[in-house]
């Protein structure tokens, strides 16, 4: 853990059925992108090397350690 005691911004819910309507799809993408905008504008997570490393790697499953993967899905 990175930062502990800093909270990270909850994602979006997923939805199992459903999750391929237009709608439904659209709401969870503009909730995704609301949650990275709040981590990338957050003072101590902004300027964290695994969102950096999430938000530029070409091959992020490949790059990251198993340790850096359980961060981002807890976002």
Known sequence: MNNPGV???PVPEKNTFGRFDDAFVRQRRLGLEKCIQKISNHP???KDADLKLFLESDNF???????????????
């Open 61 to 75: 499953s490949l790059d990251v350690s198993p340790v850096s993967y359980n961060w981002v899905r807890g976002c």
């Open 44 to 46: 101590v997570l902004g």
């Open 7 to 9: 909270v990270v911004p």
